[in-house]
């Protein structure tokens, strides 16, 4: 397994002797189309569609059956996993990888988005669709824009109150956040559609969020005690934006970053930027197929059981030009991450504080 170095990507005099960029990544995706990798594996998806409807059956099924319990919350924590695997075939289908054709693709993702999982499909298109072309960039990247928690330095200085100690430490507390997470997402995406840039199927979008939201809490209220169906939403959608956060954060937090402005080729921005995690066809299942993260960014139409086939073409790509890939465990991931955003997070200083203290504190 290989690890990348924190910091901006430079092109170093090793780099000169590589075959022209664009030639090198043609190379590599035609090796990936004669092995057929960009085919479409719809009895896959379909398959996957019905054990994940099943689960979805099964666990209303044992919402009625034990009715005023406390042991429904562990339908609850069933139900935020369940949710987040539709929103990774959800993922999947906005990449085209479902289906060949286009509307397919997006009548597949709106229904799972919209009415399965409550999100609005075209906001994560518009987000996501930014995220790939830039990964890592600042100033472009949506994934590291300035939020809660903040990815840069010049974003974390920016601190004041009660945020800046938050940001302090940020890395700690960035996975009891992800908790908060979920009615995040929903209360984000249903904001973008009330807003007023233009947004196709604005208002199909908003009804199938809102009747589906009806339809779900009004079951939760008829069928548990109030007290144990709030108890219900709260760990579901607690679960939920856990399960979404974890599955997305080791993907590029912690590698480098690319300055607002730089100009670098394909394949250096979306291999250096990106980190595969290992663990197999297992790991594949838990991450919806996004520990194959460098794959799903050169290739993005790719389908998930394709992935860890170029896996090993990318590597070997890779290894040949002197490009570093990057591929660690998923505990190691998490580390890596907690460490970086604390690393950051240094950089909201209590105005009281002594620079001499705060720079050793970096060491």
Not at 195 to 219: D, H, M, Q
Not at 294 to 302: A, D, G, K, R, V
Request: with cysteine.
């Amino acid at each position: 397994m290989t690890t990348a170095v924190l910091g901006p990507i430079r092109t170093t005099k090793a780099r000169s002797a590589r075959p022209p960029i664009t030639s090198s990544y043609s190379d590599l995706l035609a090796q990936v189309r004669d092995e057929g990798l960009l085919e479409r594996r719809r009895g896959f998806y379909i398959l996957t569609f019905a054990v994940v409807a099943l689960a979805l059956a099964g666990a209303v099924a044992g919402l009625v059956l034990l009715g005023d319990s406390w042991f429904t919350l562990l339908i609850a924590g069933a139900l935020g996993v369940i949710f987040t695997q539709f929103a990774f075939l959800a993922h999947e289908a906005s990449h085209r990888q479902v289906f060949a054709s286009g509307p397919a693709n997006d009548r597949a993702g709106r229904f799972l988005a919209t009415w399965l999982v409550g999100m609005s499909y075209q906001w994560w298109m518009t987000k996501h669709t930014r995220h790939h072309a830039n990964p890592n960039t600042i100033g472009k990247d949506p994934d590291i824009a300035r939020d809660t928690i903040s990815f840069t330095e010049a974003d974390a200085a920016r601190a004041t109150g009660f945020q800046r100690a938050l940001t302090r430490r940020q890395g700690y507390l960035f996975f009891p956040l992800l908790l908060l997470e979920g009615v995040n997402l929903h209360v984000t995406s249903v904001r973008s559609l009330l807003g007023k840039t233009p947004i196709p199927g604005r208002a199909r979008e908003l009804t199938a969020i809102f009747v589906r939201f009806a339809i779900y809490v009004s079951a939760v209220f008829l069928l548990l005690p109030v007290g144990v169906a709030f108890a219900f939403l709260g760990v579901q959608l607690a679960v939920f934006g856990l399960y979404m956060g974890a599955s997305f954060a080791p993907n590029h937090k912690g590698m480098p970053q690319l300055p607002e402005g730089s100009r670098v080729n394909f394949l250096d921005k979306q291999v250096l930027t990106s980190r595969n995690i290992a663990g197999g066809w297992r790991m594949n299942m838990f991450m919806g197929g996004l520990n194959h993260q460098i794959e799903h960014h050169l290739f993005p139409s790719m389908p998930r059981p394709h992935l860890a086939r170029a896996r090993q073409l990318t590597m070997a790509h890779c290894a040949g030009l002197g490009i570093p890939y990057t591929e660690t465990t998923l505990v190691k991931s998490y580390a890596i991450v907690i460490r970086y955003l604390n690393e950051v997070g240094l950089s909201a200083r209590d105005p009281f504080d002594c620079p001499a203290a705060d720079a050793y504190r970096r060491r």
